[in-house]
């Protein structure tokens, strides 16, 4: 069974950081392209960044030179690093497995999705 875990969410004050990760099993990193998406209070969801199945990555212009992706294929794991948070990060983060790395969601590959881990930034 495919399937992805998100965890790390939590509550720190702007300009702190979380390390997000997501979990996959059923499947390895080779085979799917992992994208983080994050969806804040009566906002629509939107793409964050995405790694590919050969460790490239793309970041959302929202988020760049703030947040980094990475991932572990010995743990099968992919992490999001979040740096200088602002209260605007406040989401709940989703990671999802992609056909390619776009992180638009009205773009996006989507074939599955993990639950999501809620970031709340405090001002």
């Known amino acids: 069974e495919v399937q992805l875990q998100a965890s790390g969410g939590g509550l720190v004050q702007a300009g702190g950081s979380l390390r997000l990760s997501c979990a996959a099993s059923?499947?390895?990193?080779?085979?799917?392209?992992i994208g983080w998406f994050r969806q804040a209070p009566g906002m629509e969801r939107e793409g964050v960044s995405c790694?590919?199945?050969?460790?490239?990555?793309y970041d959302a212009d929202s988020i760049k030179g703030r947040f980094t992706i990475s991932s572990d294929n010995a743990k099968n794991t992919v992490y999001l690093q979040m740096d200088n948070l602002k209260p605007e990060d406040t989401a709940v983060y989703y990671c999802?497995?992609?056909?390619?790395?776009?992180?638009?969601?009205?773009?996006?590959?989507?074939?599955?999705w993990g639950q999501g881990t809620l970031v709340t930034v405090s001002s």
């Open positions: 059923g499947f390895t990193l080779d085979d799917y392209a």
């Open positions: 999802a497995a992609l056909g390619f790395c776009i992180v638009d969601p009205a773009l996006a590959d989507f074939r599955f």
């Open positions: 790694i590919s199945t050969h460790g490239g990555t």
